[in-house]
């Protein structure tokens, strides 16, 4: 059916890779392209020898004229960004200068500042539109299939939606004292960002890591929930017609609180650029070069994940509650594509999210995030495609 250029090659493009290659009459060339060509290679070399054909190129992301060059010569009919947030405006670039569709997993930040929001890629909306060309924001778990679980549950259980909480728990454990799930330094600036929910119009803001509570979680048990910023919040709030209230909450340990406490006390997770022999370095960059390479904890971590969403409303003119949730095992992840759950949970929704647009099911001119396509194509790939998905109307509700 279709080519897709892939950049990146890290632990969430290699769950992306395999899967694409589990679905051959889609996927039926793809071309794996990142700044360290050997990684590319790795990855190739796993799964060569099926029916998708698989190609490599070094390619350094961060310039427009690059990935231009490289659509051009490999001619995809998608480019799937699963590099890093930092890249996001100029693969979006190269896709409207050689005429693709785009996708990814994480909204655009400026690599000087934490700043999550959707306002950069959004001002792209015209020239997409204009261009005729779709660019689906966000096609991971969070964000991703949470915006997927609040559209399906607006589209058949509520006529209104009042209240949404969003609850990312990982219960897994890597044997490390201290190592991030995912890249530590995209995951260390959001964490010790200011918290931030959406109640009646207006957006409260809270110290980090602030607001703790404990939910038990299917299939987990009880956890120590923190309430955070995450980028779905902004596309959700306007999105989701008449909500009044959403949150993102996340499981940490203590152990981890601890540890990232310290490191923050002594400077470690600072991203201001300091002098060290001679030379500029940031401190947050050292630390992602110390600390244990997320793609390492796969055969290590056992345990499970569980990420959903708690939706309050009215329906028929009466109270609803409704909870939709993924439970996903980090031994079966491994053993199926050499991942834990973290990069599974991201690399299956955006290789549904390209599999959509593909089929020309998720196709419209303009930058859209993922609650703004028909939920229910998405709903039955997650559960065919290893993140099936349980729903309860008798949820416990976090107040
Ligand atoms: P990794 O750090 O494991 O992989 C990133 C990859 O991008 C690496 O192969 C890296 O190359 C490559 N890369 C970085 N800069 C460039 C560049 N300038 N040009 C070309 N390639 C580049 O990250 P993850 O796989 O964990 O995460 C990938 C994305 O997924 C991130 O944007 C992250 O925010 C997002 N994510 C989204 C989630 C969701 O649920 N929506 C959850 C988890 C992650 P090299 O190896 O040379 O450094």
């Known amino acids: 059916m279709g080519k897709a250029l892939i950049i990146g090659a890290g632990g969430v493009a290699s769950v992306a890779i395999h899967k694409c290659c589990q679905n051959p009459d889609v996927f039926e060339e793809i071309c794996i392209a990142s700044r360290t060509l050997e990684k590319c290679e790795a990855i190739k070399n796993k799964l060569s020898g099926g029916r998708t054909k698989i190609q490599t190129a070094q390619l350094d992301a961060d310039y427009t004229d690059e990935v231009v060059e ?24 190269a896709c409207l200068a050689a005429g693709v569709d785009y996708l990814d997993t994480a909204n655009y930040e400026p690599p000087d500042i934490a700043k999550f929001e959707y306002k950069w890629q959004w001002a792209y909306r015209e020239k997409f539109a204009q261009a005729g060309l779709t660019a689906l924001l966000g096609s991971g778990f969070d964000p991703g299939v949470t915006g997927v679980f609040c559209a399906y549950a607006q589209k058949h259980y509520f006529d209104e939606i009042h209240s ?24 260390i600036r959001e964490i010790t960002a200011n ?11 809270t110290p980090p ?51 990232l406490r310290v490191l923050e006390n002594v ?11 001679g030379r500029q370095i940031i401190p947050l960059q050292f630390l ?16 499970k994940t569980n990420i959903g969403c708690i939706i309050q409303g009215i329906k028929d003119g009466k109270p609803r509650t409704y909870y939709v949730y993924n439970v996903c095992d980090h031994q079966e992840c491994y053993a199926e594509v050499g991942s834990q759950a973290i990069s599974y ?3 299956v929704p955006a290789m549904i999210g390209a599999m959509l ?40 509700l976090l107040d």
Not at 166 to 187: K, L, M, Q
Not at 195 to 205: A, C, D, I, L, Q
Not at 288 to 303: E, F, H, M, V
Not at 389 to 394: A, P, V
């Open 70 to 93: 490289l659509i051009k010569s490999f001619k995809p009919d998608i480019v799937m960004n699963l590099a890093l947030p930092y890249q996001d405006l100029t693969i979006m670039d």
């Open 164 to 187: 949404i909480d969003i609850v990312d728990a990982n219960a897994g454990d890597h044997g490390y004292p201290f190592a991030t799930n995912f890249n530590p330094e995209i995951n």
């Open 195 to 205: 918290g931030r929910y959406f109640e009646n119009g207006s957006w409260v803001e």
């Open 209 to 259: 890591l602030a607001v703790k509570k404990v939910y038990d979680l299917p299939e987990i048990g009880p956890k120590n929930i923190y309430l955070m910023y995450h980028e779905e919040l902004e596309s959700l709030a306007i999105n989701i017609k008449g909500v009044k209230k959403i949150r993102f909450w996340m499981t940490f340990s203590d152990n981890y609180l601890n540890h």
């Open 267 to 277: 400077g470690m997770t600072s991203i201001e650029p300091i002098e060290f022999e």
């Open 288 to 303: 992602k070069a110390i600390l244990p390479d997320p793609a390492s904890l796969g055969p290590r971590t056992k345990g």
């Open 345 to 347: 949970t991201t690399g």
């Open 357 to 396: 647009m593909l089929k020309g099911l998720w196709k419209k001119p303009g930058v859209f995030n993922v609650e703004e396509f028909d939920p229910d194509p998405f709903m039955e790939a997650l559960n065919k495609c290893g993140l099936p998905w349980q729903e309860s109307f008798m949820p416990t």
